[in-house]
Nanobody, 127 residues
């Protein structure tokens, strides 16, 4: 069983930077892809970033492209999200996700595609 634990959230000001981390508890952990989603109050989860675990190839939606960078350390089994030029509209609970089961069709942009989720970490950006 895999447990994902996020850390690094907090309260910052507009324009600041923040880096989130996500550590997998299982030493035998392997995944095809990992990602970040965020949830605004009263809203559904929104895709933030995804990365191929093997190649490191990332993808982002327009809302964060050019500002956020997703990366992973395979040896440490840790996922990161570097957030730059933060805006108040980035305020949300950020979740780390992993896809560990084989697949035929990639759906990394969809929350239903992932089989493991962390508990989330709050990021608040004040104006």
């Amino acid at each position: 069983q895999v447990r994902l634990v996020e850390s690094g959230g907090g309260m910052v000001q507009t324009g600041d930077s923040l880096t989130l981390s996500c550590a997998a508890s299982e030493r035998t952990f392997n995944s095809y892809a990992m990602g970040w989603f965020r949830q605004f109050p009263g809203k559904d989860h929104e895709f933030v970033a995804a990365i191929s675990w093997l190649s490191g190839s990332p993808d982002y939606p327009d809302s964060v492209k050019g500002r956020f960078i997703i990366s992973r350390d395979k040896a440490q089994k840790t996922l990161y999200l570097q957030m730059n030029s933060l805006k108040p509209e980035d305020t949300a609970v950020y979740f780390c996700t992993a896809r560990t089961q084989p697949y035929h069709t990639s759906g990394y942009y969809s929350k239903t595609w992932y089989d493991y989720w962390g508990q989330g970490t709050q990021v608040t950006v004040s104006s």
